[in-house]
């Protein structure tokens, strides 16, 4: 679900206005992050009315990531105006679950490629990167993106954070839009060194979007373009 927003045109009251709590983590917050937080849930609750359910108060957990309701999972990302949300609903009484990861970003602007690529990606992905993307610092953009897009599906598992650094670019697939990322590090009993997955992105004015669908127990991923 995608829906834009102006933060300039926010006030409190708006909270009450799309019947949404107000948490009281946001009591000292600036008014563009209230915004940011109020877009997310409206866009969800747009997203669970699409699955056919009712809206919820989805709150503020551990580490700021959003509590969904019980039957769904999603995972929220907003920048510059723009909130997407991905829900999947979970499969009853199945040994797996759905654990959505998205994020949207702005491209890295060619000068901070030297910068920030070191804290983002080791010599050999930035090697692989510099092969498949024409313009480097995108590339870059995409798989800063993708990194965190796998953060936050795996978050519920993991439960802390972990660096992008712990995260390998295996393989690049231009043609279907397609990151495969690996595990270099132990993260859980069942995510460990050299676990896979698959991230999908799509690019647009300047910015990228990315997304993915982790399956909790098997570790299959379920992708599609947008």
């Known amino acids: 679900m995608h829906c834009s927003f102006d933060a300039t045109g926010y006030s409190d009251a708006l909270f009450k206005h799309y019947d949404i709590n107000f948490p009281p983590q946001l009591t000292s917050t600036v008014s563009h992050r209230k915004a940011e937080y109020l877009a997310g849930r409206i866009a969800a609750n747009h997203a669970m009315a699409a699955l056919g359910m009712p809206p919820a108060n989805i709150s503020i957990g551990r580490h700021r990531s959003p509590v969904w309701p019980s039957g769904v999972a999603g995972a929220i990302t907003h920048h510059r105006g723009q909130v997407y949300c991905m829900l ?53 953009s995409v798989v800063f993106s993708a990194k965190e897009s796998l953060f936050k599906a795996l978050y519920p598992e ?21 990151l ?47």
Not at 171 to 177: E, H, K, L, Y
Request: glycine share 4%; net charge negative.
């Open 158 to 178: 993991v439960g802390r954070y972990f660096d992008f650094l712990d995260v390998n670019v295996s393989n690049i697939n231009i043609s279907c839009r397609e």
């Open 180 to 226: 495969e990322l690996s595990l270099l590090c132990d993260l859980t009993r069942h995510l460990q060194r050299g676990c896979r997955f698959k991230v999908y992105w799509q690019t647009m004015d300047n910015s990228v979007l990315t997304w993915i669908l982790h399956c909790a127990n098997n570790h299959d991923q379920i992708g599609q373009q947008a």
């Open 88 to 140: 999947a609903k979970q499969l009853v009484d199945s040994p797996s679950h759905l654990r959505p990861g998205i994020d949207y970003e702005s491209f890295i602007p060619a000068q901070d490629l030297k910068l920030l690529a070191t804290s983002i990606v080791n010599p050999a992905e930035l090697a692989l990167i510099t092969t498949h993307f024409q313009h480097p610092e995108q590339g870059l």
